[in-house]
């Protein structure tokens, strides 16, 4: 059974960065995309980041692009989320995805992780 588990949300000063790190068991993590979501409460979850699963491509939502980085490290099962220049608008549940494919696609998989909690503060 595949599991995604996140960690690395938290409570920082807006101006400030965090890295989440999504953590994927089994060996076919590294066949599959992977993409970072948030959602806040009454609200849909967003796409944040997403990247393929050989790394080569990456994509990001409007509001992050220039602030967020998504990175990954197939021999660690590992999928990381750099974000820097946080705003308060920046806090949500972020979630941890596998993708359909290994190619980046518009809908996100079945394979959820349980979200880390990041607050921003003004």
């Known amino acids: 059974q595949v599991q995604l588990v996140e960690s690395g949300g938290g409570l920082v000063q807006a101006g400030g960065s965090l890295r989440l790190s999504c953590v994927g068991s089994g060996s076919i993590f590294s066949a599959k995309a992977i993409g970072w979501y948030r959602q806040v409460p009454g609200k849909e979850r967003d796409v944040v980041a997403r990247i393929s699963s050989n790394g080569g491509f990456t994509n990001y939502g409007e509001y992050v692009l220039g602030r967020f980085t998504i990175s990954r490290d197939n021999a660690e099962n590992t999928v990381y989320l750099q974000m820097n220049s946080l705003k308060p608008e920046d806090t949500a549940v972020y979630y941890c995805?596998?993708?359909?494919?290994?190619?980046?696609?518009?809908?996100?998989?079945?394979?959820w992780g349980h979200g880390t909690q990041v607050t921003v503060s003004s």
């Open positions: 995805n596998r993708g359909r494919d290994s190619f980046i696609s518009s809908l996100p998989g079945d394979v």
